[in-house]
């Protein structure tokens, strides 16, 4: 059982940053894949990045404005935005999984653990 905790979101203006935390429980939390998926009213959910060992993949739409990154010591997972944009603005959560194929990291039913969510609002 993993559970996971976001942080970080708020509210920036266009061509901004916020950098988003996801806390992990468990000992054994460097071994899982964790993604960051977000979903916008009306919209639904997308893949944004995810992290899985060594390897790391982004969506298209986020590709060189957004960085995952890990810090095992402190199982926590973090997702540097850059360049906001308002299409940006949803909901942005975390999930984790221990046995998911590097391929299939952008499928959101592939992921067993979620967090709660953190709003990013990006407007001016």
């Known amino acids: 059982q993993v559970q996971l905790a976001e942080s970080g979101g708020g509210l920036v203006q266009p061509g901004g940053s916020l950098r988003l935390s996801c806390v992990g429980s468990g000992a054994t939390f460097s071994r899982y894949a964790v993604g960051w998926f977000r979903q916008a009213p009306g919209k639904e959910r997308e893949f944004v990045a995810a992290?899985?060992?060594?390897?790391?993949t982004y969506a298209d739409s986020v590709k060189g404005r957004f960085t995952i990154s890990r810090e095992n010591a402190k199982s926590t997972v973090y997702l540097q935005m850059n360049g906001l944009k308002p299409e940006d603005t949803a909901v942005y959560y975390c999930?984790?999984?221990?046995?998911?194929?590097?391929?299939?990291?952008?499928?959101?039913?592939?992921?067993?653990?979620w967090g709660q969510g953190t709003q990013v609002t990006v407007s001016s």
């Open positions: 992290s899985r060992r060594g390897d790391v």
């Open positions: 999930a984790a999984d221990a046995s998911i194929i590097f391929g299939l990291l952008h499928r959101s039913t592939e992921y067993d653990y």
